[in-house]
């Protein structure tokens, strides 16, 4: 084995570790695409590099004639690395999930290209600071004030007072945000959809699930209480 082909087989290794360890994080976290996902991510951005940079030298052709961009195939290939991060984008309700899975998809097949072109020190950087932001930065942000949006479903009988319900939500620190009505007549019910924005704070509960259930239920002429994230 030549020296040159020992180099490309670290490259592929040194991908497989800094995917593995950045898909091992989404994975214990429950994401859709964990450690094998941005694994075989890395490791293909990896080979398509060296494929880019270094297939002409297996031509016919003289290769110091030869005139190539190596950054053509690799360009291509982040754009399905794109289609690969919407797969795991999902839109529930006022909240869209995925945005960092997606975003750590495509950095891994970033650190990728960096690896399989040689450039193992600006790889080596990002591959810190993803796991300094998806391990470190997790927990500022769950001391970060912020605004969290719940769907709320509640069921009820017709002239629920809606007032009421308002008031049960003020009483929460949340704000409706949108309201649909779904009215049955022949039931003699009517459900209310409420889109609810909650603000955290580092010393309020950041999902406040039990209360909201527990006081709206207990609203006269409500039947039925739901929520989601």
């Not at 891994?108 to 591959?127: K, L, N, R, T």
């Not at 009421?164 to 009483?171: S, T």
Request: charged share 20%; proline share 3%; with cysteine.
């Amino acid at each position: 084995m030549d020296i040159a082909t020992r180099e490309m087989i670290l490259r592929l290794a040194l991908g497989a570790l800094f995917g593995g360890v950045i898909g091992l994080e989404r994975q214990i976290n429950g994401r859709p695409a964990g450690f094998r996902t941005h694994l075989l991510v890395c490791v293909a951005s990896v080979l398509l590099m060296e494929i880019s940079m270094f297939y002409h030298h297996l031509g016919v052709m003289d290769p110091s004639y030869i005139r190539v961009d190596p950054g053509r195939i690799a360009a291509g290939a982040i754009t399905g690395i794109g289609f690969i991060g919407a797969g795991v984008i999902i839109k529930m309700g006022a909240n869209v999930l995925g945005l960092t899975t997606a975003a750590s998809l495509w950095m891994v097949s970033a650190i990728g290209f960096s690896v399989g072109a040689g450039f193992y020190i600006p790889a080596s950087a990002a591959f810190g600071i993803t796991i300094f932001s998806l391990f470190f930065l997790r927990l500022v942000e769950r001391i970060t004030p912020g605004i969290v949006f719940k769907s709320l479903v509640i069921k009820a009988d017709h002239g629920v007072d809606e007032d009421v319900l308002k008031d049960m939500l003020k009483k929460h620190h949340a704000s409706i945000y949108r309201t649909d009505y779904e009215i049955n007549n022949a039931e003699g019910t009517t459900t209310l959809y409420y889109t609810v924005a909650i603000r955290r704070t580092p010393t309020r509960d950041r999902h406040p699930v039990g209360p909201f259930i527990h006081d709206l239920a207990s609203v006269e002429k409500v039947k039925k209480v739901s929520v989601r994230a």
